[in-house]
C-alpha cells in the first residue's frame, strides 16, 4: 500500500524544463507505478505489448492530431527516445538531399545548425545572433529548391518566440519543444513538428514527432533501422520498447488539456499570465526586459534582469522566501527567467509579481 | 495528498520484459512522482541540471562499476534512450572501421548483424540458426583483425544463455540486455557492454553503455553529437535532458539489488529458481524444453511446451486461475516462457510448479 505522500508547501514552479506538470496528472502517474489499469501491476513492469500498454500509445498519438486539429489522414506520430537534440541529427539524416534552409534564432536552433551541416549542405538563411538572439528573423527570403525550412518556434534561453510563420514554399520543419500546444496554430502549415516532451507535453524521456505523410515520402532509403522516421511509422511507434512510463505520463498531460478546454483555453491563461509579468517588469523600476523587440517577447520563457545587479542576493532572498523555484536565467545569459508552461497556474505569476514589488519597495 | 492505492492480488509476473521490479522500488517510484527528495516538487517536473538529480544520475553510473566490480578509471558508464536496438546501430557507427565479428544467436543477434551491415563488413564467425537457435555456439574462431566481436549474453526468445564467453584477441561486445546483473561474470573481459533496463535494471526508456576507456580511445571522429559515446561520456551522460525518470528507476533496482547482497547473493536465488523449473519440466510427463543443449539453458528465460498442445486451453485456464501472468511464449515460437528475473520470486516459480503438477494429475 502507498504510504501517503504529499508536499508539505506549495512550491511555485517555474523550472524552465523539465518544467510543472498538473497534480492530477503527477497523483496518477504515482497510481500506476503501483497498480496499473486494475492489473495488479505496476506499468513499469508490464510488457509494452499488452492491450493495456496499447491503448496508452494509441490514445497518446491521438491526442497530438486531436489538439493540432490534423487528421491521420494527412499526418502519422510517434514517440522516441533521445530528445530534441536527437532530432537535430534524424531531420537532415531522412530528408536532407540537396540542401536544407535553417534560420538561427539561439542555442538550440544553432545545434540544429551544427547536425545538419554535418549531413549536407545547410544555408542559414536568417539570423538573430547580431544582437545575441534578442529578436525573431523577419521578412527572409527562401529559395524554392531547399528540401525543407527549420525554424525553432520558441527559444527558451533568450525568451523569444514566432508570432506568425514563415511563408515559404518549401517543407516547413520546427522545433516546437517549448511551446507546444501553449496556444493556436494552424499546424498544416508544417510539414514536420518534433518536441522534447519534458516542457507543456510531460516529463523528459519522450520525444513527439508528427509528419505530414506526403512529406514522408520524400525521406531518403537505406537508412539505420532506428534512425529512419519510417520504421516507428509503420510499426505504430512499437517497433521496439518505447519510453513506456514517459509517454504514459504525455497521454495523461494531454488528457488533461483536453479536459481544460482544449489549446483556445490554455492559450488564454497563457496570455493573461505573460501579461501580468511582462506588464510588471516594464512597470517596475528596479527590473528590465532582455528581449529587444518586444513583439517578439515569448509567453512561455519570461527573461528579465536587474537594473542594479549589485542587488541579485537580495532578490533571491525574497523570492525564495515565498516559495518560488526556478527562475534563475540560463547559464549561458544570466539574470532571471520564468518559464509559464501550461501547468503553471496563474496564482503562482501573481506571487511572483507580489514579490518583484515588494522588492521595489524595499530596495528603489 | 496520495490516495491509498495497492495491489489487491499477488500477481506472479514472469513477463519477459518490462519485467517484474521490486516492491520496494515501484513504492520509491511512486513517491517520487508526488514529492521528490522532499523538495515539494515531482521528480518529473524539476530540472536534470539540480544537484538533487545530478546526484541520482552520479549514483546510477557508480552502481554499475560497483555491480560489475569494475573502476571508473577503466570503465564509463552512461544512459541512453532509444533501447537496445538504437545501440544494435551505435556499436558500429562508433567502431566500425575494418570489419567485425558478430555470433548470431537469435532475433536480437540478428537485429545487430542487420544494422552492422549498413555500415561496414561484418562476419557471422559462428551461428545455431541450423538449429532453430536451440544452441550456443562454442569453440569458433576469430581472427586478430576484426575491430570487435559482438555477442548475445542471453536469448530472451529461444531461451538460450552463454555459460562461459569466448575467448578471443579482440574487444569483445555484448548485448547483456536480459541477464545484466543475474549472475557473477568477470566483466573485465568486455570492451563494451550495453543493455536496456526493463529487465533486471529498471523500467523501459533508459539504456545501460559501460565502455572501457582503452576501446572508446579507438573510436571513430566526425560523428553525429548523439551517436557519439564521446559526447555523452565526457558530459557524464547529461548532455541533454536524460530519461530522467527511467534513470531514477533503475538507481533504485541497482540500490534495491545491493542491499540483497549484490549480483553473488541474487545469483544463488536465481539458480535456484531454474533449477526447480527446470526439474518440473524434465520429470513432468505433460510438458518438453524447447533448448536443444540442455548445458545452455538460460536461467533468465525458461521455455517450453506442452507435449500435446491440444490441451493449451486447459493449461492456461490453470495458470491464469493462479494469478500468474505473462508467461506466453513469443509470438515467433509459441509454446510457453517462464521469465525468472532478480526481482521475481521464489514462490512464484513454485506456484509455477504447482500448477504444473496439478495439470499433469488432471490431464496425463
Redesign the interface.
Known sequence: ???????????H?F???????PEEV??E???A???FDN????L?????RSKNYEKVMEEARQLVLDHFEVSADEYDVIY???????Q??MVP?NFLKNKAAYVNTGVWAS?AI??AK??GNVDVVASSEDKKFGYIPKNFQVGNDYDYLHITSNNTIYGTQYKTFPKVNVPLVCDMSSDIFSRKIDAKQFSLIYA?A?KNM?????TMIMIRKDFLEKSKT?L????DYKTHIKAGSM????????VY?VMLTLRWLKKMGGVSAIEKINEEKARLLYAEIDRNSMFEGTVIAKEDRSNMNVCFRLKNEALESEFDKLWKEA?I??IRGHRDVGGYRASLYN?LPIESVKVLVEVMQEFERKFA
Chains 1, 2 share one sequence.
Open positions: 500500500m502507498l504510504s501517503n505522500v504529499s508536499k508539505k508547501v506549495k512550491v514552479n523550472s524552465a524544463g523539465p518544467g510543472i506538470l503527477l497523483q502517474a504515482a497510481e507505478c503501483i497498480n492489473l495488479n501491476l505496476s513499469l513492469e508490464i510488457s509494452h522516441l527516445g533521445g530528445g530534441a537534440s536527437l537535430f541529427a539524416y545545434k551544427k547536425e554535418l549531413l522534447g519534458q510531460g516529463p523528459a524521456g519522450a537505406g539505420l533501422t532506428m534512425l517497433f521496439n520498447t518505447p519510453p513506456v512510463f514517459p505520463v516559495n523555484s526556478g501547468a
